[in-house]
């Protein structure tokens, strides 16, 4: 079982629309995850980090629930731009090093 | 923000012959650098991560004799794929985190798409 599991989807929605990802992780360790965002043929880019009271960027909101160990994506009002993969991450201690693991992505489709 | 700088961004080889990336952390210091793989419609997949002044650690079944990691400064880590073969083709990102920025996720460099005929 992959440690950082991802909806590939993809999502399809409408401009404007509120759309939500899920991102399950294994590891109870891990102690930090970010959102990411790639797109087609790019490398990925930082989102957001997200925190355990749960933190709000302009349209995106992440969350992390530690009990049931998942992180979740929302995004609002929807924009044309906002089609990508979204990446989820968490981070846990292997050996003298922290180790990021990627989820492998979400794909995000937003139609006029 | 932190800024990786990889390079080539892509290359053409011939089967058999060896291919260098490069990345650079260009305004912090990385101690540890992260090579990965994609392959295309796929996950990143982690290769290694890079120890600046000490030996790699590879993730189970990749072939450290074949992917060759040197990280032999504080902004500098390479990625040499040897003897490559058109299996090899793939996407290769390197990424690196600032440490001196705890709440910074890590920066990744542009990527090199390795094509191998």
């Known amino acids: 079982r992959k440690e950082v599991e991802q909806d590939p989807?993809?999502?399809?929605?409408?401009?404007?629309?509120?759309v939500?990802?899920?991102?399950?992780?294994?590891?109870?360790?891990?102690?930090?995850?970010?959102w990411?965002?790639?797109?087609c043929r790019k490398e990925p880019k930082l989102l957001m980090s997200v925190y355990s009271s749960g933190n709000e960027d302009g349209r995106f909101t992440a969350q992390l629930n530690r009990a049931s160990q998942y992180i979740s994506l929302l995004i609002r009002d929807s924009?044309?731009?906002?089609?990508?993969?979204?990446?989820?991450v968490g981070r846990a201690r292997s050996g003298g090093s922290y180790i990021p693991t990627f989820g492998r992505g979400t794909s995000l489709i937003v139609h006029p | 923000g932190a800024v990786v700088s990889q390079h080539p961004s892509w290359v053409i080889c011939k089967s058999g012959t060896s291919v260098k990336i490069e990345c650079r952390s260009?305004?912090?210091?990385?101690t540890t650098m992260f090579w990965y793989?994609?392959?295309?419609?796929?996950?990143?997949?982690?290769?290694a991560t890079s120890n600046e002044g000490s030996k790699a650690t590879y993730e189970q079944g990749v072939e450290k004799d074949k992917f060759l990691i040197n990280h032999a400064s504080l902004t500098l880590s390479t990625l040499t794929v040897t003897s490559a073969h058109p299996e090899d083709s793939s996407f290769y990102i390197c990424s690196a985190r600032?440490?001196?920025?705890p709440n910074y996720g890590y920066t990744f460099g542009s990527g090199t798409r390795l094509t191998v005929v």
């Open chain 1, 36 to 39: 990411y965002r790639q797109d």
């Open chain 2, 37 to 47: 793989r994609q392959f295309p419609k796929q996950s990143l997949m982690l290769m």
């Open chain 2, 98 to 101: 600032d440490s001196g920025q």
């Open chain 1, 20 to 34: 939500a990802f899920n991102c399950t992780y294994s590891n109870s360790a891990s102690q930090s995850f970010f």
């Open chain 1, 9 to 18: 989807g993809p999502f399809n929605v409408p401009e404007g629309a509120t």
């Open chain 2, 26 to 30: 260009l305004d912090f210091q990385a």
């Open chain 1, 79 to 88: 924009k044309l731009s906002d089609s990508a993969t979204y990446l989820c």
